[in-house]
Every structure is written in C-alpha cells, then in structure tokens.
C-alpha cells in the first residue's frame, strides 16, 4: 500500500502575490497545530482501509473463498469411518425351525470403513479450477475495493486542501480591505475624504466576510466529509497537512489509449471478471461430467459380540471378537440412464452463465474505456482553464496595481478599485479550483496506469 501511496502524484504551484495574511499565519501557526490533529494523506488511507466494513467483509468472503479451494482439493482423498453399533433384543425370538421362545440378546459390532473416488468424469478436478478462479475473483475484488477506498480519500484530501486555500485566499482578501479601513478612517479624520466613502469600503468588507464565512463553512464540510470516509466521530479538530512537493513543475498527461491498454492488464476489476468467466466456464464442465459413470472403491474391516438368554453356552467377549472379525474390499460403478434431462438442464444453465459473465466482463471494459475517456477530457479542461487563470493573473495583479496607484491619486473612484480588486479574488479562485481539478484527474490517470 506504501508504494501505492507514493505513486499517486499531486501537484501545486505557490501564489506570486505577498499577503499579510501569510505573515498572520506564519506567526500563529505553532499554535494552531498544538490545537488541532495533523492528518497526512498517507494516515487517512491507512485508516479508511483500518476501519473499512465493507473491506472487512470482504476479506471474510476471501478467506471463505480460500476455505471453499482447500476443501475442494482435499476431496480427492479418501474418506475413513469408524463404527460402533449397539443393539437389545426383548421378546419371542425363533430358536430353530418353527420354534420360538422367549429370549433377552444384546449385540455388539465395530466398523472401519474407507472410500475412495476413482473416477467422476473428472468433476473434482473441474471444482478445483472453479474454486481457485472463485478464489482469485475475491481477490481481486478486494483490491479493488481497497483501492476505491484510496480514490475517495484521496479526492476528499484534495477537497479539503483546496477549501483550504480558498479560505486562505478569503481571508487575505479579508485582510487586505481592513487594512485599507484602518487608512481610510484616518484620512476621514484629517478630512482629506469623504465619510460616504468609507461606508462603501465598510460595504466591501461585509461582502468579503461573507465570502469568508462561506469558505469556512465548506472547508468543514469537506473535513466531515474526510471523517466520515474514514469513520471518525469527530472532525472538529481535525486537520490535514500539506503533502511535500504537492505540486511538480513538469505538467504531463498520460494518454487514454496508453492507460486503457495497460488498465485492461492490471486493473483488478478486470481481472475479476476474467476470473468469474473462468469459473463460471469450469462449471459447465463440472455440469458435463455428470454424464459420465462413477468408479468408486471402497475396503472395511469389522467384528461384532452377540449374546442370547437362549443359547446355553455363549462364547466370551475377546473369543467373539477375534472369531468374528472380518474384512471387504470392493469396486462400485454407478452409470447414469436416466435423471428426468436433469443433467440436461444444468448443462444449459451453466452456459447460460457463462455467456453472462462474458457480457459482464465485456461492460466492465467499456466502463473502464468510458471512465478513463472522460478523465481525461475532463482534466484537459482543467489544464486550459489553469493554464488561462495563471495568465489572467497577471493581467489581473496589474489591473489592481494600477487601480490601486489611481485611486490613491485621485483619478479613480472606489467603485473601480473594488472592481479590480474583486476580479483579481476570482481568477485566484478560479486558478485554485482549476489546479485541483487537474491535479485530481492526473492522480486518476496515474491509478488506471498501473
């Protein structure tokens, strides 16, 4: 799971514009993290497969699976029995020729038996391969499940880390605008502007507080929707920390049809189906083979003690035994003639199956065609859109600049200023979103190319 882990590839880029935010959180971050539990991507994968149900039901249907091969395999062995029988007899009892008398007799008899299966038309061997293939289906069902499990938890970490820089990009917004305020309300008292001017940048800055507000509240959501993936009760002082190197310089897609060819060798699903058409394949043969007769041999050894109230002299319990122990050895063969078409209709039945599981693994194919198709697309999408909020930026810090030198000479109202400044918070939150966006398609990518 580690290496795993490690070939899930995020990626970020730092913001070029210097905030006072960032000092106010550089200074108070020691004790935000004494205050709150740090989480790494690799701590909530772990976890999430910990406290999994479904993953730990479907471990006990692997084991099942596994218990259902050896059982198969140790059919092959003969089977051994032992007996012992005890019987009482009360009543009239003939004695000789039309002769009867009342008697009392007790019979004592010992058994061993042992059995062995020639041949069935090889039905063992063909449940055998059917069981090891039912075996490796939960196996890969598991992986796959498993590997779900690192897929949502990983796209709730991004979440999480992207309402994290929204909100981070909220709040500098936020501190930006009370630090204009703060000279404003001084440049009103030494009557150098208007009062109705700080109204409106008291008006902005409600504005941005409810902006703010709003990226809080979806930065919880989306640590409760960490915690409940990974089944913690509390979320409330959780936290999760920023994975080095989360973002790389070199940007590249790997190609749908590359991925597709190498997911259709690897992916666990796919291998599951390949397993169910196998097994469901083996069981048609298993439905054949009862066309076939049955050689069985079979050997035992045995003695018993009888007594009877009639009999004036009875021999003792160790003469019996010895006197009356013998043995058998046989060979049984069952040929079948006629069981109402009930092989018949197995046979039809288990090939009906195993034109289902062909279709099965046929859709399991197209879905991972389809899947992989729109990820791409959908994170060639994000790329552009990235890649035109990046250059958006800069034409948008410029915008600001400018607004800002004007509106502090005068030649610019307060409406432009907030406009430019409004404008340069949305292509930053367009290029936080877009990032993501791709970031979390490229992971995907990577996943299906194993």
Known sequence: MKLYIKKIRLYSKAFPLERLAGLFLLFFLPLLANAQEAWTLERCIDTALENNRNVKQQNLAKEAREIAYEQARQDLLPNLNATVGQSFGFGRTEVGYNQTENTNSRNTSFRVSSGITLFDGLRMKYNIDAKKADMYASEADLKKMKEDIVLSVSTAFLQVLMNKELLQLSE?????????IKQRKAMVESGRMAEGELYELQAQEAKEELSRIQADNALKLSLLDLAQILELEDFKNMDVVVPQHLMNAELSLLSPESVYGNALTNRPEVKSSEYKLESSEKNVDIARSAYYP?????????????????????????????????SSVGLTLSVPIFNKFENKNRVRSAQLEVENSKLEMENTKIALRKTIQQVYQTALAAQVRWEAAEKSEKSAQEAFRFASQKYDAGRATQYELFQAKNNLAQVLSEKTQSKYEYVFRSMILEIYNR
Not at 172 to 180: M, N
Not at 305 to 321: E, H, R
Request: net charge negative; proline share 0%.
């Open 172 to 180: 500098e917004q936020l501190v930006l605008t009370h630090e204009s």
């Open 294 to 326: 049955t050689l069985t041999f079979g050997a035992s050894i045995g003695t018993d003690y009888f007594y009877s109230s009639a009999t004036k002299t009875n021999n003792s319990f160790d003469k019996q035994l010895s006197n009356n122990l013998g």
